[in-house]
T-cell receptor, first 117, second 116 residues
């Protein structure tokens, strides 16, 4: 299957700072990528849909000014958590779909563990 | 709005025994259904998916799932579990867009414990 790479795998940052997470599709072009958030021992929640060359679409309740998404190319989307606070500590996972293929699912990255201290 | 219900938070199964994990969904159109497995601190691994066609779907690691439209269910089964199957299992449903599934709605997950 297609490969989606996330970087970093884990990050620790101080409260009030910003942190950027990258999501790359390594062997296919992804017009659209998806960002999810998973709290400990809970399910994944879709945060936003990232569209190449246009603004991201955020799910209800997700602060767009806090979670900045940029999808500048067909293989890279970034999620920046701005002015991070301890309650932003979570597991962030991206996924991307190869729109050149029919009946395919989106492929998930390995996730990024964010800890805000 | 779409939703996914996994009624069992925890399931304990003896090694070698059969397994069934339940999943019910609510979706206004033809669903695209998935089962994922997640080991602690890891990302998601796709076990199997249903888009259309045969309602009994075979996946990796000996898993299968059956789509039952009348019951809005997509239960995951395995005839004989191994200790390495211990993990968190997520059922998910997605909308159809451009020929495949987009952003997914996940169930809360079922934690599978394997007894020796």
């Amino acid at each position: 299957g297609a490969v989606v790479s996330q970087h970093p795998s884990w990050v620790i940052c101080k409260s009030g700072t910003s942190v950027k997470i990258e999501c790359r599709s390594l062997d296919f072009q992804a017009t659209t990528m998806f960002w999810y958030r998973q709290f400990p021992k809970q399910s994944l929640m879709l945060m936003a849909t990232s569209n190449e060359g246009s603004k991201a679409t955020y799910e209800q309740g997700v602060e767009k000014d806090k979670f900045l998404i940029n999808h500048a190319s067909l293989t890279l989307s970034t999620l920046t958590v701005t002015s991070a606070h301890p309650e932003d500590s979570s597991f962030y996972i991206c996924s991307a779909r190869d729109y050149g293929l029919m009946n395919t699912e989106a492929f998930f990255g390995q996730g990024t563990r964010l800890t805000v201290v | 709005a779409q939703s996914v219900t996994q009624p069992d938070i925890h399931i304990t199964v003896s090694e070698g025994a059969s397994l069934e994990l339940r999943c019910n969904y609510s979706y206004g159109a033809t669903p695209y259904l998935f089962w994922y497995v997640q080991s602690p601190g890891q990302g998601l691994q796709l076990l199997l998916k249903y888009f259309s066609g045969d309602t009994l779907v075979q996946g990796i690691k000996g898993f299968e799932a059956e789509f039952k439209r009348s019951q809005s269910s997509f239960n995951l089964r395995k005839p004989s579990v191994h200790w390495s199957d211990a993990a968190e299992y997520f059922c998910a449903v997605g909308p159809y867009s451009g020929g495949g599934a987009d952003g997914l709605t996940f169930g809360k997950g079922t934690h599978l414990i394997i007894q020796p």
